[in-house]
């Protein structure tokens, strides 16, 4: 279902919000459990400028989980992102509370996700996007898929087609470039 480049950015234009899944997309779906019991999970540095970006352009972003982490929510207030679901079983209805509380409809969100827990969302916002190596079903599914795997760059890549839409993209590159 991926879409042509004038409509993913028609659509990307029209983005108040980007919501992420967390395992397997923000990070590469690994979680070591030390024999205390404590959980690290590796997180992409440049996802979480990307996801920065997105912030100061406007973008209202959040995350929806379907477990239960302390070091996704430590990574989520590193961030600053206040919107971050967790122990989701249902995403569709984290989905739907969302975007009451944010005051934005389905079309004007976008979602990226990996694996088959994630296709009701996938299915119901404006522009859908997936990891390289998300699920085959989502993949198909999505209007995007990057060319990154999950917790790898994907977020990045999503995050800079979004801007780039928007013409945002090389005004940022300005405000680094002061050469």
Do not use: C, N
Request: charged share 25%; aromatic share 6%; hydrophobic share 45%.
């Amino acid at each position: 279902m991926r879409l042509p480049s004038h409509e993913l950015d028609a659509r990307a234009a029209r983005l108040k919000l980007l919501l992420f899944d967390v395992d397997g997309v923000l990070t590469d779906g690994t979680v070591t459990l030390g024999e205390d019991g404590a959980e690290s999970k590796r997180f992409s540095i440049r996802d979480g400028a990307a996801l920065i970006w997105a912030r100061r352009d406007g973008l209202k972003v959040g995350w929806i989980s379907g477990r239960v982490s302390g070091a996704t929510a430590r990574r989520a207030a590193e961030l600053g992102i206040t919107t971050a679901v967790q122990g989701a079983a249902d995403k569709r209805a984290a989905l739907a509370e969302i975007l009451e509380a944010h005051g934005v409809t389905a079309a004007e969100t976008a979602f990226m996700g990996d694996d088959l827990i994630d296709l009701p969302v996938l299915a119901q916002v404006g522009l859908s996007a997936s990891p390289a190596d998300a699920a085959d079903e989502v993949r198909t599914r999505a209007h995007w898929v990057s060319t990154r795997p999950g917790g790898r760059g994907a977020v990045r890549e999503f995050i800079e087609m979004v801007l780039k839409a928007r013409g945002r993209w090389t005004g940022l590159v300005q405000g680094y470039d002061r050469s």
